[in-house]
């Protein structure tokens, strides 16, 4: 012990500046280490958050039908493990089909792949509730999301549609190609 004490008694003022030095430098290296693992754990959440499937449920009016749309806008697939809407359909507003009452059940394992829509038809004039509640749960190869919708399936029916007339077969074929240039442009 008294070996150690002489030895501190020896230590010259370029000893010490070695030491802060080397403490400075230790401080500085784990500063960086941290602030690495920060930024990378940041930038997995953003690559996650770029590249994950993202369900979306709205509702377009065309006509006299209402369509739900299941749209994935994500970069990525998914499998829905479940959909669920508030409103039980009656047979008027799903043209008699035999669904059931919970028609979005059947869902349950469909895969989406990026930019894929599941479009399901309705009777627009027989449909009786205007706001719909969603909730879908669904997974990516990694994770599990879940979100909730809420929209008036009727909010842009107030729009009507037309249908241009013509009074040759040009006239018809030039409005054809207005309308399927429309179609791409909606991207439905």
């Known amino acids: 012990m008294s070996h150690?004490?002489?030895?501190?008694?020896?230590?010259t003022w370029s000893d010490i500046i070695e030491i802060v030095g080397?403490?400075?430098s230790t401080i500085t290296s784990i500063i960086a280490i941290a602030i690495s693992v920060k930024t990378?754990?940041?930038?997995?959440?953003?690559?996650?958050?770029?590249t994950r499937p993202n369900i979306q449920i709205?509702?377009?009016?065309?006509?006299?039908?209402?369509?739900?749309?299941?749209k994935n806008f994500g970069q990525s697939s998914c499998t829905i493990d479940s959909i669920s809407c508030d409103h039980k359909f009656s047979g008027k507003e799903i043209f008699n089909d035999d669904l059931g009452e919970d028609?979005?059940?059947?869902?349950?394992?469909a895969i989406i792949?990026?930019?894929?829509?599941?479009?399901?038809?309705?009777?627009?004039?027989?449909?009786?509730?205007?706001?719909l509640h969603f909730h879908v749960k669904y997974h990516s190869s990694v994770k599990t999301y879940e979100d909730a919708f809420t929209f008036n399936i009727h909010a842009n029916s107030p729009f009507a549609d037309t249908y241009p007339g013509g009074e040759n077969t040009n006239d018809y074929l030039k409005?054809?190609?207005?309308?399927?240039?429309d179609l791409v442009k909606m991207k439905l």
């Open 4 to 11: 150690i004490i002489e030895s501190l008694g020896s230590i």
């Open 22 to 24: 080397i403490i400075a």
């Open 40 to 50: 990378l754990r940041q930038n997995n959440k953003m690559l996650e958050e770029s």
């Open 58 to 70: 709205y509702s377009i009016y065309s006509d006299t039908l209402v369509y739900i749309m299941i």
């Open 103 to 109: 028609i979005f059940a059947r869902l349950s394992g």
């Open 113 to 131: 792949a990026p930019g894929y829509a599941i479009r399901c038809p309705l009777v627009g004039y027989a449909t009786t509730k205007d706001d």
């Open 175 to 181: 409005n054809i190609s207005k309308g399927i240039h």
